[in-house]
T-cell receptor, first 114, second 112 residues
Framework: EAQVTQNPRYLITVTGKKLTVTCSQN?????MSWYRQDPGLGLRQIYY???????DKGDVPEGYKVSRKEKRNFPLILESPSPNQTSLYFC?????????????FGQGTRLTVV | DAKTTQPPSMDCAEGRAANLPCNHS???????VYWYRQIHSQGPQYIIH???NNETNEMASLIITEDRKSSTLILPHATLRDTAVYYC?????????????FGAGTRLAVHP
């Protein structure tokens, strides 16, 4: 089954404790991205990757890092989480980043930083 | 990028067609129109997309006006499970990729 898998689904952590949210897709997609969703602000892109070893900032990259060492995985790293990073996070992938291709989203990771 | 405008909310009776409008008056000739939906806090789900012609798949139909300034997503027989926020997106191909920009969408409530 074609899918994007995020882990964990729920996470409560303390300020400053480094964490990684994993994202994996089984569709051999080139393009992957991370979004966060906050009430009243909608979905905003954090980082994206056009292919292996190619990543770039989205609209709200501060406080986040990503890596794309292999095509299927695109982890989101919070080196020193802060309470303002409490949010619902989604990973997405598509065959390419160009027109005419649909994006597949993971089920989300609800992160709470206390 | 093309800005889209959608009504904030709509209601539909179960079994009837749900017609969700979207204005994208600034869309350019090479920009697709995409529709996604989000049920509760699940990941957004792709529904359909189109460029110039009307499109239909197993989930919905997409009607695009000839001038491409607006479109309508049609759910032919809405069910309670179609209650969701529907996003109309017209991403711009910029820097080699299409960026999906999610607005507030239309909150569709399907009632018995």
């Amino acid at each position: 089954e074609a899918q994007v898998t995020q882990n964990p689904r729920y996470l409560i952590t303390v300020t400053g404790k480094k964490l990684t949210v994993t994202c994996s897709q089984n569709m051999n997609h080139e393009y992957m991205s991370w979004y966060r969703q906050d009430p009243g602000l909608g979905l905003r892109q954090i980082y994206y990757s056009m292919n292996v070893e190619v990543t770039d900032k989205g609209d709200v990259p501060e406080g986040y890092k990503v890596s794309r060492k292999e095509k299927r995985n695109f982890p989101l790293i919070l080196e020193s989480p802060s309470p303002n990073q409490t949010s619902l996070y989604f990973c997405a992938s598509s065959l390419s980043g160009t027109g005419g291709t649909e994006a597949f989203f993971g089920q989300g990771t609800r992160l709470t930083v206390v | 990028d093309a800005k889209t405008t959608q009504p904030p909310s709509m209601d539909c009776a179960e079994g009837r067609a749900a017609n969700l409008p979207c204005n994208h008056s600034t869309i350019s000739g090479n920009e697709y129109v995409y529709w996604y939906r989000q049920i509760h806090s699940q990941g957004p789900q792709y529904i359909i997309h189109g460029l110039k012609n009307n499109e239909t798949n197993e989930m919905a139909s997409l009607i695009i006006t000839e001038d491409r300034k607006s479109s309508t997503l049609i759910l032919p027989h809405a069910t309670l499970r179609d209650t969701a926020v529907y996003y109309c997106i017209a991403p711009l191909l910029s820097g080699g990729y299409n960026k999906l920009i999610f607005g507030a969408g239309t909150r569709l409530a399907v009632h018995p």
